[in-house]
C-alpha cells in the first residue's frame, strides 16, 4: 500500500514557476502520472513518467511548459511547471501504478493517489 504525498504547490503569479513533488517509500517501482482538478471541472492527466524515468508523456495543454522527472534515489517524482497561466490553477495529484498504461491520462489506470496540492496562479 502507497501514501502519496505531495508539496510544492502555493500562489505565483501568471508567467512564474513551480516545482511539485510525489514522494514515497517504494516509489521506484511504479509508474508515475500528475493530475489536476479546477474547481468545477473533471480531473485530467497533465504528465507520466515511467518508472525508470526513461519514457514521459504530456497533455497538450503544458508541452513544452511543465517537465515531469524523477528521482530514484529520492523516492520522488516531479513536476516542473514554468510559465505558469491562470487556467493551471488547480489542485494537483500524483497518482502511481505498477505498470504504464497507453492509457495514462484515465484516471481508473491508477491504483494509488495522494491528497493533492493546490496551485493557484493569479497576480
Known amino acids: 500500500q502507497l501514501q502519496l504525498v505531495e508539496s510544492g504547490g502555493g500562489l505565483v503569479q501568471p508567467g512564474g514557476s513551480l516545482r511539485l513533488a510525489c514522494t514515497t517509500s517504494?516509489?521506484?517501482?511504479?509508474?508515475v502520472g500528475w493530475f489536476r482538478q479546477a474547481p468545477g471541472k473533471e480531473r485530467e492527466g497533465v504528465a507520466c513518467i515511467t518508472g525508470s524515468g526513461g519514457s514521459t508523456s504530456y497533455a497538450d495543454s503544458v508541452k513544452g511548459r511543465f517537465t515531469i522527472s524523477r528521482d530514484n534515489a529520492k523516492n520522488t517524482v516531479y513536476l516542473e511547471m514554468n510559465a505558469l497561466k491562470p487556467e493551471d490553477t488547480a489542485v494537483y495529484y500524483c497518482?502511481?501504478?505498477?505498470?504504464?498504461?497507453?492509457?495514462?491520462?484515465?484516471?481508473?489506470?491508477?491504483?494509488?493517489w495522494g491528497q493533492g496540492t493546490q496551485v493557484t496562479v493569479s497576480s
Open positions: 517504494g516509489l521506484e517501482r511504479y509508474a
Open positions: 497518482a502511481a501504478d505498477l505498470y504504464y498504461k497507453p492509457l495514462w491520462t484515465k484516471i481508473y489506470e491508477y491504483q494509488y
